[in-house]
C-alpha cells in the first residue's frame, strides 16, 4: 500500500513555493520548537482542557491578558469550534441570532444543532467592484426594531477579502438594545498587534472568534475564543466541551501558548513590518493597474488583488504567481487573495514584488465584472430541519421550488446565494448556474 498523502505532501513541499496561504507559521516553528514531542495526553501534570486547573488554565489566563478579555479560551478543533461555543452561549436554548449573510457552514451547523433560527442581514454588492458593502449600523438597529426576541447579533469582519465591519458602531447599538455582538473574527487574530485598535474585542464586541492558525505562527486548528462580557465566561468551557473532542491536541496547544510569548514580545515590531510591506504591495499593485480595496476599511495585513482591473481571471492570475513560485491562498474570477505573514523570508516578498512589477507589463484590457446578487429567496422550512431530513443531490436546473438542504455560496460573490430551509427561484437558479454551481443538495420530496 502506498503512503499517497504523505508523499504528495512531501512533492509540494518540495516545490518549495512561498506560502501566501495559511497556515501563519509558513512551516516553520518558533525556537525550532518540536511540536510532535510534545503531543501528550491529558495526565496528572499535563492538565485537561475543558476542566482546566493547572497549567492549561494558566496558559489561557497569559493569552487573556495579552488580548485584554475577561477570559480566553483554546480550541483545537479551529474557529469552527468557537463559533459553535459563541452561539451555544448566546442562545442555549434555541432562539433567533441577527445573523451576517456571509456566515461561515461552521456557524450553519451550529444553528442547526441548536435549534437556532437566522434572521437575515442582507448584504449588497458593489456593482464597480464585486466586492459586498460594509453593513451599516443603522441598518442594524433597523432589524432589532423590526424583530422582537433576538438573542445576538452575529457579523463577520474581517471577510476573506480583509474588508473590516464598523463593529464599533455596531457594537453601540447592540449595547442600547442590550444584545450581545458576537463576531467571526476568523481571520483576524493578528488585529490586536497593530495598535489600530482593531480587534473586535477593541471595539466592544461581546465575544470573538479567532483562527489563530490562518494569521498566527500557530498549528492548524487552533482557535481562540475571547470573551469581553463577563456573564458568558462561566459557562464557556461547557459549550466547547460539547462540541470539541475530548483529544484536544496538545501539540497545537502548546504551539498557541508559544504564539502567545511571542506575540507579547515581538508582536506589535513584526505585523507592523508586515503591515509596511502589505502597504508597499498594495502601492506597487495600483501602479500596475491592478484594483486594490479602500484600505480604510481593509485588514492592513491581506493582499487582495482585483485582477479583472488588468485582463485577468484570478486563475490566470494564480498560473501568473507559480511562475514566480508562489502559492496564494485563493482565487476567483476576480480577485487573488494571498496570506502574508512575519513568517515569510525575505525571498517570499521579494518574489511577490517581482510578480507584481511584472504584471504591469502584460496588463491587459479591463474585464468586466459581473456583479450582482439575487435578493434573499424565501424561506420554506428551519436550518435545522432542512439539515435533518433526507437529501437529495440534483441538477441545478432542475431545483424551481424545491428547498435547499445546504449552502450554495459560489464565490464570487462568496455570500450564500441559498441557505438550508429556502426556496430555490428562477433567480438563484440562474445564478448559480452562471457562477458554475451545477449540482445542490435538496430536501427529498416524499
Ligand atoms: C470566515 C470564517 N469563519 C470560520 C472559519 C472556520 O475556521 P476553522 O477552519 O479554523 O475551523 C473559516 C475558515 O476558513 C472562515 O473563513
Given amino acids: 500500500m502506498s503512503k499517497i498523502l504523505f508523499d504528495s505532501l512531501q512533492k509540494y513541499k518540495n516545490l518549495k513555493r512561498s506560502s501566501f496561504h495559511t497556515p501563519g507559521h509558513k512551516g516553520k516553528s518558533i525556537k525550532n520548537a518540536d511540536f510532535f514531542s510534545l503531543d501528550f495526553t491529558e495526565l496528572p501534570f499535563t492538565d485537561n482542557l475543558y476542566e482546566s486547573m493547572g497549567i492549561i488554565k494558566q496558559a489561557e489566563k497569559n493569552l487573556s491578558e495579552l488580548y485584554g478579555s475577561e477570559s480566553s479560551l483554546f480550541s483545537c478543533g479551529g474557529?469552527?469550534?468557537?463559533?459553535?461555543?459563541?452561539?451555544?452561549?448566546?442562545?442555549?436554548?434555541?432562539?433567533?441570532?441577527?445573523?451576517?449573510?456571509?456566515?461561515?457552514?461552521?456557524?450553519?451547523?451550529?444553528?442547526?444543532?441548536?435549534?437556532?433560527?437566522?434572521?437575515?442581514?442582507?448584504?449588497?454588492?458593489?456593482l464597480n467592484t464585486g466586492i459586498m458593502k460594509r453593513i451599516s449600523a443603522e441598518y442594524i438597529e433597523k432589524k432589532l426594531k423590526e424583530e422582537s426576541e433576538i438573542k445576538a447579533v452575529y457579523i463577520t469582519s474581517p471577510d476573506y477579502y480583509g474588508i473590516l465591519q464598523d463593529i464599533k458602531s455596531i457594537s453601540e447599538v447592540c449595547?442600547?438594545?442590550?444584545?450581545?455582538?458576537?463576531?467571526?473574527?476568523?481571520?483576524?487574530?493578528?488585529?490586536?498587534?497593530?495598535?489600530?485598535?482593531?480587534?473586535?474585542?477593541?471595539?466592544?464586541?461581546?465575544?470573538s472568534a479567532d483562527s489563530a492558525h490562518k494569521t498566527l505562527p500557530v498549528l492548524t486548528g487552533g482557535a481562540w475564543l475571547h470573551i469581553n462580557d463577563k456573564k458568558f465566561c462561566e459557562d464557556a468551557k461547557d459549550a466547547m466541551a460539547l462540541f470539541g473532542s475530548t483529544s484536544p491536541s496538545?501539540?497545537?496547544?502548546?504551539?498557541?501558548?508559544?504564539c502567545a510569548h511571542w506575540l507579547r514580545s515581538y508582536g506589535e515590531a513584526e505585523y507592523q513590518n508586515l503591515a509596511d510591506f502589505v502597504s508597499e504591495i498594495r502601492e506597487l499593485a495600483k501602479s500596475s493597474g491592478i484594483y486594490v480595496p479602500d484600505e480604510n476599511i481593509s485588514d492592513p495585513c491581506r493582499i487582495t488583488l482585483g485582477v479583472w482591473k488588468i485582463g485577468f481571471t484570478g486563475e490566470e492570475f494564480r498560473k501568473f504567481l507559480y511562475k514566480f513560485k508562489i502559492e496564494p491562498e485563493f482565487c476567483d474570477e476576480n480577485y487573488v487573495v494571498l496570506i502574508p505573514s512575519p513568517f515569510?523570508?525575505?525571498?517570499?516578498?521579494?518574489?511577490?514584488?517581482?510578480?507584481?512589477?511584472?504584471?504591469?507589463?502584460l496588463a491587459k484590457q479591463e474585464r468586466k465584472i459581473k456583479s450582482f446578487i439575487p435578493r434573499l429567496p424565501r424561506k420554506s422550512i428551519d436550518i435545522r430541519k432542512s439539515i435533518m431530513l433526507a437529501k437529495t443531490c440534483i441538477d441545478v436546473r432542475e431545483a424551481l421550488d424545491k428547498v435547499a438542504a445546504e449552502i450554495a455560496c459560489p464565490c464570487p460573490p462568496g455570500?450564500?446565494?441559498?441557505?438550508?430551509?429556502?426556496?430555490?427561484?428562477?433567480?438563484?437558479?440562474?445564478?448559480?448556474?452562471?457562477?458554475?454551481?451545477?449540482?445542490?443538495?435538496?430536501?427529498?420530496?416524499?
Fill in 79 to 126: 474557529n469552527t469550534l468557537c463559533m459553535q461555543a459563541m452561539i451555544r452561549l448566546c442562545a442555549p436554548s434555541g432562539g433567533k441570532i441577527l445573523c451576517d449573510r456571509i456566515a461561515h457552514r461552521s456557524a450553519i451547523s451550529a444553528f442547526a444543532l441548536l435549534d437556532i433560527d437566522a434572521v437575515w442581514i442582507e448584504r449588497e454588492i458593489d
Fill in 175 to 207: 449595547n442600547r438594545y442590550g444584545i450581545a455582538l458576537i463576531v467571526d473574527n476568523a481571520h483576524g487574530s493578528h488585529l490586536k498587534f497593530l495598535k489600530m485598535g482593531l480587534h473586535p474585542l477593541e471595539q466592544g464586541a461581546s465575544m
Fill in 250 to 258: 496538545y501539540s497545537i496547544m502548546a504551539s498557541m501558548d508559544l
Fill in 344 to 361: 515569510n523570508t525575505k525571498i517570499d516578498r521579494i518574489r511577490l514584488k517581482m510578480a507584481i512589477k511584472k504584471s504591469k507589463q
Fill in 415 to 446: 455570500v450564500p446565494i441559498v441557505m438550508p430551509g429556502e426556496i430555490i427561484g428562477k433567480d438563484e437558479i440562474d445564478f448559480l448556474i452562471n457562477y458554475g454551481v451545477f449540482k445542490i443538495n435538496v430536501v427529498k420530496s416524499n
